[in-house]
């Protein structure tokens, strides 16, 4: 695997994050590449996003296009694959993507989180043949049949009124005592006739031989359901960073106020640093300060006057 091109910034990631970073780079004239694996990243999952600024509603997947092709309009280049590994090289650092090598002045770190598991037995050999991880991409599957959606923040909530449209019945199980997600969502779930919702219980087990058909709860009740959609969160895959640079017992990177890691030249933001709050406009928020950021450090390095120093 030959090292075949040279870019001020590779930035890992193509949700909010990410391509707000590339918009920002790009305006700097940067050299900038994005690497994702998809468009938009849990956004793009979001079938309605109603506290974006700018949009009273928009699809998620329409939102994570409009931030594509702006950070395509503004100069940055963005592939389609998987960064496997970043070593520290001289000027800089070496990535390892499926396909190529390439070497960058400066990383920034924007690959989200994946979604977090139920730990049940039959969840993972049934994944795919009803067991789900995003409502918006499978429940139209789901017509007409019975559907479980298991959680209780923003976005089982969400699930739950989505799929609640195209399923015969829906079961939103969580395991605390009431919803953690937003009051205006609770109501509106609260209020949907095929929704049966079961607090202080939690999926213990799958059924099923070659799809879904049945599942067993905590409290010794066993549903019949044609699907379940897991919505309890996410996690940091350490996998690429570990070793790498600072990480907290949650695995969420460790930034400064500028969006800096432990390791010089690189950055990090959206859902995987360890800011509280994980939001559409927080994300992009920090994709912007992680692109000044690296602008700043790039000009530094250069013997030039950086753009923030005036702030400090």
Known sequence: MTESKKYDVVIIGGGPAGLTA???????????????????????QTSEVENYPGFESISGFELAK?????????????????AKKITKSKGGFRVEFTRETVAAKTIILAFGKKPRELGAPGEERLRGAGVSYCATCDAPFFKGKILTIVGGGNAALESTIFSA???????????????????????????????????????????????????????????????????????????????????????????????????PGIFAAGDLTQTAAKQVVIAAG?????????????????????ILADWH
Request: net charge positive; charged share 30%.
């Open 165 to 263: 449209v195209i399923a015969k019945k829906v079961y939103l199980i969580y395991r605390g005592s009431e919803f953690r997600g937003e009051k205006i969502l609770q109501e509106k779930v609260k209020n949907i006739s095929n929704v049966e919702i079961m607090f202080n219980d939690e999926v213990t087990e799958v059924f099923g031989k070659d799809i879904v058909d049945s599942i067993s709860l905590k409290s010794g009740k066993k549903l019949k359901t044609d699907g379940v959609i897991v919505e309890i969160g996410f996690v940091v895959d350490r996998t690429l960073a570990d070793g790498l640079v600072e990480m907290d017992e949650k695995n969420q990177i460790i930034i400064n106020s500028l969006q800096e890691t432990s390791v």
């Open 66 to 82: 409009k931030f594509f092709n702006q950070a395509k309009k503004f100069g940055a280049e963005i592939k389609f694959d998987e």
């Open 22 to 44: 590339g918009i920002y780079a790009g305006r700097r004239a940067l050299k900038t590449l994005v690497v994702t694996k998809d468009i938009g990243g849990q956004i793009a």
């Open 286 to 306: 920090e994709g912007a300060k992680a692109a000044l950021s690296c602008f700043d450090y790039l000009q530094r390095i250069d013997g030039k006057r950086g």
